[in-house]
């Protein structure tokens, strides 16, 4: 192992302030300082060239994850366990369909109720906007209550697997790959990346990958330009926020209705389907009515008209307007050819970053585990020093 | 930590004789002596002690604890994951609808199966009368007969996590629920507690617990009153039980038909919904015969005789007539106006004591691994004694 | 414990070379050398030595072993579960129905998305012939890649838990319960072995058991004899190799149409039921053309079939033909009058050898803790070694 670089991220992390991260959840990007963000990357790349060399992180002798998942998954769901696994805990899944949350508990009372030995609580519920991050909320501040009331020995973080709003366990991960494909954070400042809608012969997919997109890297100097068709917009208080955060760092943030105009001379780009906002509001209210008419007929109306956008695929041609960009993606993609018939990329183009969108995905559960590490321990650096002096081997 | 109490605790735990838990399952606690049933209770809180401390109490290195659960769970099933995991076993649950179970096995040969590296069995089963206990048996046996004959390499303890007649893992953490609030097992004596069926918009809840609760808390000379409509019975021999506990204990057994009377002077109400036994037998019948129309008309049936007692409401004017009561229920509740229209309780008796529920459900943990723990080790308060000096930190 | 014993069986597997494991997958017990396998045989008896001692042979501190079963399984997934937690590993089962795979996921992609943090990667998918084993090579090939390209820290073993041609977990645990009974794998030299098909009332029961039983036996000289009725076939290319294989270690491979013939005189019995291949290849291709009818109309002709075979059963006066021959089984059996009207086996026969198939059964965890253990080491024998010497126990 390199102990030298390890070392050096241990200073570099020790001199950040994220004390703040400490006995706090991880809900949202744009809560959290620089600093902060600076200190879970700093965190995820030190657990992560510990594991690399062989050695364990371990921090807990026992001790829960649980994990509550309202939707498929598979990449977060094994992060997440990676992650858990990777500190000495165990997790356990919350299956709804197995539990009594249906014979009349409330979720202040289920929440306590997974948490006495629990550390962490892990959640995804991104289908209905609005309703994802308010259940995190609901969830965090039972357990807040529950351990300050005596119910719970330790108090449970709570970490955002995906919402409405943000995926931040995935634009940490973007973030980290992008610092190091471009030798450090702060080589970021300038570099231009296209956030663009890009045609799924399927709808309804939710916003908030490229929420978090615009609203973290427009932090860190990038020129971020968010471009989609007409009426595809992301949620205006996080258009807002990136646009805050990009006059701030000295980065800017804009909007393009034009592909090709987002991916002209662009360093990095990130073609991804979305439903527009105002879909998901209606498709949340059809739902909630149960109005399984209304859904099929919102369905097909919202399939029509991404029929129209079907040329807005990062194909070859387009991706030559670019500086040789960086294509990135959260995966699954829609790959034309290969898992549809025209989707949001070409088959070339994938095939050429498939490996590259392996490794970006691979960074999250390091990220899961700094989030968890430093919402835990006092001295961060202090801890991981004693990991890496002790060096207890994770595997023959 | 207060190690000092700590020590006290295992001292507790040393005079009492409870080397009879050793190799043997938890299914019934009125088969245990109450010696042994103050050792749980004195484990329990050691155990719970350690972590709060947060120190490891970890006695396996590997194993597992499998868990079958025939009805769904939220509590219980944490709770035993909880407890496995505090003390080094991972948790594997038996989802029959994925094993080969349908497919001839005899509960004989899969539990066999199982048990490979198995430490403990946890086995909830209370739909049917009758049934839930003799499975736990027979699972109890299968796996006794498969060490003696050198299929197993430990005798895998089976531990009751609700049948059909008890239930002892709840009624023990109520029991230690009860130590605490009065200051130790030995003032629960005298103490008048109202075990009351209490109105419910559904119906055909288990037995088990107002059968655990007049079983176990009879044995600490507490004064018992069992309060039902007419028809509401609990098996015979569980009530005939518990009024040879309160003979021997020098408490009482008694019982009544109007819940005003029960919670007359009482220092502790446990109201909780229940279907009578005759009913659970019908009901029985009728799913093994798969009469769905049977089913349905005993429901309607039962469903019109409970709307006649749904006054039977934990109410604050029934409260007013209490000793200042502590308000018991094993969760979740069914609250009026909260999660259904009338239930067992008022809104604004369960918020007073809600968070006294949760710590009451938050001893589960601690008494299930207290249940393992006094069935594996042979010197129970040496090896905890042991473990307070090594003093592994479970957690940063 | 016989220290002395496991010493010994250290110092045998240290004379074997079994470097060739070492970094590679366990998918077919034909593709190993006869030196491997009894390395991996030495393995498992020193890793059920240590436990059977109460030592814990742990080798991970942390890591995952994913599960893939894509049929029902419960003895295999407890085994695979309990191999794991005996390492140190943490098992996920990879639920497909949760996971984005139907989201236009790839093999490829989905192979590297569960093995970040991945040691192993067990997989059971025997329904389709020509499919199991093709899907576990991809999954093989594509974390190879992934290990190869930097996105994986760990290469994931791939362990077949079943497949459509081999089963060597069963068949090795089969192959060390002969040893075991014979006092040795040098005693099965010139032992003779039916291997028969027997009537089922079911039908479509894979071919990997028969066809690992006969490619595995022969290579250690013994006498085997596949019975089965006319059209009954193995694939050929298996017989072909269990052929070459005998006569390369002595033994003799050879085929009869009757029952009776291939237990005269045998000193192990193998009576299982099977479809024939061809019926398995008409029943792949018609699932995969999802034509029910297609494939309702095939059960009828061949339970018909099966039918007219109902005589072989393996029955006392069968059994007196042998030379009170060992009867052994992967469970569960088809037991007549038990499991069935009637079934593979009367069941006088099941019951007098009940305890022995279990047994049988006990070798699976210890044999896939071995194939992972000797995937994984670069020197055994030396690990186990420091392992019994320092001694940890595994449990109280």
Redesign the interface.
């Known amino acids: 192992m390199e102990t030298k670089n390890v070392i050096r991220a241990i200073e570099r992390l020790a001199a950040l302030d994220s004390s703040g991260l400490r006995g706090r959840d991880f809900l949202l990007t744009w809560d959290k300082t620089e600093e902060q963000i600076r200190g879970v990357l700093a965190a995820a790349e030190i657990l992560k060239d510990l594991?690399?060399a062989g050695l364990?992180p371990?921090?807990?002798?026992?001790?829960?994850a649980?994990s509550i998942?309202r939707d498929?998954?598979?990449?977060t769901?094994?992060?997440f366990?990676?992650a858990a696994?990777?500190l000495?805990l165990?997790?356990?899944d919350?299956d709804e369909t197995?539990?009594?949350?249906?014979?009349?508990?409330?979720v202040r009372?289920?929440a306590?109720?997974?948490s006495?030995?629990?550390?962490v609580i892990g959640i995804r519920d991104d289908m209905f906007l609005g309703q994802g991050h308010t259940y995190m909320l609901q969830v965090a501040e039972a357990v807040r209550?529950?351990h300050r009331?005596?119910?719970?020995?330790?108090l449970p973080t709570v970490i955002n697997l995906q919402c409405d709003l943000d995926h931040p366990t995935q634009s940490l991960a973007d973030l980290l790959h992008l610092a190091r494909h471009f030798g450090g954070l702060d080589r970021l400042a300038g570099k231009k990346l296209a956030m663009s809608w890009a045609y799924s012969p399927s709808y309804g997919k939710p916003l908030s990958v490229p929420q978090g997109i615009i609203a973290l890297m427009t932090r860190f100097g990038m020129n971020v330009v968010l471009a989609h068709p007409l009426g595809y917009n992301l949620l205006p208080e996080v258009e807002r926020q990136a646009a805050a955060f990009a006059a701030q760092s000295g980065g800017s943030f804009s909007k393009s209705s034009s592909m090709e105009e987002a991916f002209e001379g662009a360093d990095v780009v990130y073609p991804k389907s979305w439903a527009p906002y105002q879909v998901m509001e209606r498709r949340t209210l059809l739902l909630q009515k149960g109005d399984s008419q209304g859904l099929d007929s919102l369905e097909k109306e919202c399939l029509e008209r991404n029929r129209r956008f079907s040329d807005w695929e990062c194909s070859e041609s387009l991706m030559a307007r670019t500086r040789d960009a960086l294509y990135m993606h959260c995966?699954?993609?829609?790959?034309s050819t290969?898992?549809?018939e025209r989707g949001e990329v070409a088959a070339s183009v994938f095939e050429r970053f498939?490996?590259a969108t392996?490794?970006e995905?691979?960074y999250?559960?390091y990220l899961i585990a700094a989030m968890i590490a430093l919402s835990?321990?006092?001295n961060p650096a202090g801890?991981l020093r004693k990991l890496l002096r002790t060096a207890?081997?994770?595997?023959?």
């Open positions: 594991r690399d364990s371990r921090i807990f002798d026992s001790g829960l649980v998942f498929k998954s598979t990449r769901r094994f992060s366990l990676s696994n990777l000495g165990a997790v356990q919350l197995k539990s009594q949350i249906a014979h009349g508990e409330t009372e289920t306590n109720m997974l006495f030995l629990t550390e209550e529950g009331e005596g119910v719970l020995p330790a995966l699954p993609a829609d790959i290969v898992s549809c498939r490996l392996y490794r995905a691979g999250k559960p835990k321990l006092e801890t207890v081997r994770r595997a023959p």
